[in-house]
């Protein structure tokens, strides 16, 4: 059952993931750190737990290395309150041409405006390269 929010906090979380995926795209890394709560932790289908924000992000820069772009498309989102929950799909294109796709669901904690907390799950399909 959705329940309802105030369509201002609403916008607000949105807004406020949405600067943090663009950030990613961008490889800012330190701008999606700022949005985050200090003690902020992040589980994922990868078998190691709950992790810090810092060691997640570590991984996700090692992950964008050799990216030649990378975009988040959000396929759908709903809200409870300081709660966000997304699917999305993470297009990403090589250096070499290889394209992925990881296809997510996500889900956000809130503290005030900050992130405490992600879990996220992730599945890879890998695509062939650009002819």
Not at 20 to 41: I, K, Q, S, W
Request: with cysteine.
């Amino acid at each position: 059952m959705e329940i309802p929010l105030n369509q201002d906090q609403n916008q607000n979380l949105d807004e406020l993931v949405s600067a943090g995926l663009r950030r990613l795209e961008a490889g800012d890394l330190a701008g999606f750190r700022a949005l985050c709560t200090p003690g902020a932790t992040v589980w994922q289908n990868d078998g190691l737990g709950t992790q810090s924000i810092e060691d997640r992000l570590k991984r996700i820069g090692e992950f964008f290395t050799d990216a030649e772009s990378v975009r988040f498309e959000v396929v759908r989102r709903f809200h409870k309150p300081d709660e966000v929950f997304q699917q999305n799909v993470l297009h990403r294109v090589a250096r070499d041409g290889s394209l992925s796709r990881v296809h997510g669901s996500t889900h956000f904690r809130f503290e005030g405006e900050l992130i405490a907390a992600i879990e996220e799950y992730l599945y890879e399909v890998p695509e062939s390269p650009l002819s």
